[in-house]
Nanobody, 124 residues
Framework: QVQLVESGGGLVQAGDSLRLSCAASGRTFSHSGMAWFRQAPGKEREFVAAVSWTGDSTYYADSVKGRFTISRDNAKTTVYLQMNSLKPEDTAVYYC?????????????????WGQGTQVTVSS
């Protein structure tokens, strides 16, 4: 059974930083892409960032480009999201996801495994 466990969320002020982690277990994720999505109340789940299996390629939503950095540690099958210069509009539940066979998609339905989410709240 595949399990993705996110951690690192919390309540911060605008301009602060947070680092989210997602630990994967249960199977090998070779040649898989990993990504972060977020979902604010009343809104659809939206793509935030993705990283390829090797970690050499990354892709970001325009709304977070230059502020967020995604990375992965394959030895520990962990993906990270460093979030800097946080804004109130970044408030959401953040989910990590794994896409088998291919490294990213903007559409959540194209991902195979999901974590339970971690809440990030940014106050103004």
């Amino acid at each position: 059974q595949v399990q993705l466990v996110e951690s690192g969320g919390g309540l911060v002020q605008a301009g602060d930083s947070l680092r989210l982690s997602c630990a994967a277990s249960g199977r090998t994720f070779s040649h898989s892409g990993m990504a972060w999505f977020r979902q604010a109340p009343g809104k659809e789940r939206e793509f935030v960032a993705a990283v390829s299996w090797t970690g050499d390629s990354t892709y970001y939503a325009d709304s977070v480009k230059g502020r967020f950095t995604i990375s992965r540690d394959n030895a520990k099958t962990t993906v990270y999201l460093q979030m800097n210069s946080l804004k109130p509009e970044d408030t959401a539940v953040y989910y990590c996801a794994v896409k088998m066979g291919g490294w990213y998609s903007l559409r959540p339905e194209n991902y195979d495994y999901w974590g339970q989410g971690t809440q990030v709240t940014v106050s103004s």
